[in-house]
């Protein structure tokens, strides 16, 4: 991933090359190992996780479904102010997270209070980069906001309106790297920059000819969590002209990203009356109920009529978030 430092640089060219996503993936134990096929909606990015190349590494992992890695595969990692004092914050971003992962929520807090520390200390390494896909598919909203904040750190984007600013002329100058600035303009938006202003190029570029803008665009609205989202994602998942955008939208609307589970459960109805839509092709329609399934947890086939039924007499309890132990699930 790139990098933005402050000040803002002033060099164009500078600014393009600290923007660049891709490096060669030298690791992938852990995200392979962490891999779970849940749903028919978002099992196919088992597979290209295999053949990930140099150019596409920024792809891979955003696209990949990852579960929670169980806390035998942690490394232990002694909290204490002594010891996390003696690690460089390398190690303390990664060993943190890596912990976080493993639901540790005292790592959460320690995240918290270092984060701005790390800025600009911290590299993207491989290890990290798979710890922070990892944690993006967390059930707990915690672990997935912190690896956003981890994210942004190690590109050097501060939380501020000049690094949208300076995003925002990437996108113009730099029309290689699109997906991955629209990622971390949805990032900024989603930690309160700008909120507005990343919405308004989202949608803008959601539409592009390019079929991997686009992809970049979907996981910015994901990343940037807001019910204002919503809409676009559906709109995407129903209709945009690339499977692999459909898919993509459909796992963000499902599980990937930062809405939130009332969020999800809200876009039921809409994904209810996709079944409606004659004009809607088979693989889809299968993505459809492959997202009912990751939202609601119910295992109700591909019969349209018993998920209509099902949710018209659902519980009340889904209309809320499900806060279980202190963990607030996505």
């Known amino acids: 991933m790139g990098s933005q430092h402050e000040p803002l640089p002033t060099n164009s060219g500078d600014q393009g090359g600290k923007l660049r996503i891709s490096r060669g993936l030298r690791r992938y ?10 749903s028919t909606l978002c099992g196919f990015e088992v597979a290209r996780l295999q053949g990930v190349t140099r150019g596409n590494r920024g792809n ?44 540790d929520t005292e790592s959460l807090e320690l995240i ?38 981890i994210d942004l750190a190690a590109n050097n984007l501060s939380k501020s309106p000049q690094s949208v600013a300076h995003l925002v002329q990437q996108l113009h100058d730099n029309p290689a790297e699109r997906s991955s600035i629209l990622r971390h303009l949805g990032a900024l938006g989603n930690r309160g920059v700008e909120p507005k202003l990343v919405l308004a190029q ?12 686009r992809y970049g665009a979907v ?33 963000n609307l499902a599980k990937s990203g930062m809405l939130t589970k009332q969020q999800r459960l809200a876009a039921v109805p809409n994904l209810l009356n996709l ?51 202190g963990i607030l699930f996505a």
Not at 118 to 137: E, I, K, P, S, Y
Not at 234 to 246: G, N, Q, T
């Open 29 to 38: 134990a852990l995200p392979v190992t962490a891999l779970a096929v849940v």
């Open 60 to 103: 891979l992992v955003q696209a990949s479904l990852l579960t929670d890695v169980p806390s035998s595969a942690v490394n232990t990692v002694d909290p204490s102010v002594d010891t996390f004092s003696r690690l460089g914050p390398q190690q303390q971003a990664e060993q943190l997270l890596e912990r976080a992962i493993a639901r």
């Open 112 to 149: 918290r209070k270092n984060i701005d520390g790390w800025r600009g200390h911290v590299q993207n390494t491989d290890r990290l980069f798979d710890l922070v896909h990892t944690a993006l598919n967390s059930d707990d909203l915690r672990v997935r906001g912190s690896a956003l904040e």
């Open 202 to 213: 989202l949608l803008t570029y959601v539409h592009d000819r390019d079929e991997e803008t």
């Open 219 to 251: 996981e910015g609205l994901a990343m940037l969590g807001t019910d204002a989202a919503i809409d676009p994602l559906l709109d995407r998942f129903a209709y945009d002209s690339s499977a692999k955008v459909r898919k993509r939208a459909g796992c």
């Open 275 to 325: 079944f409606d839509d004659d004009a809607l092709d088979s693989a889809t329609r299968s993505w459809v109920y492959g997202a009912l399934r990751l939202i609601t947890g119910a295992e109700l086939g591909n019969d349209a009529n018993a998920w209509r039924k099902w949710w018209a007499n659902r519980n009340t309890a889904h209309k809320h978030p499900i806060n279980r132990n």
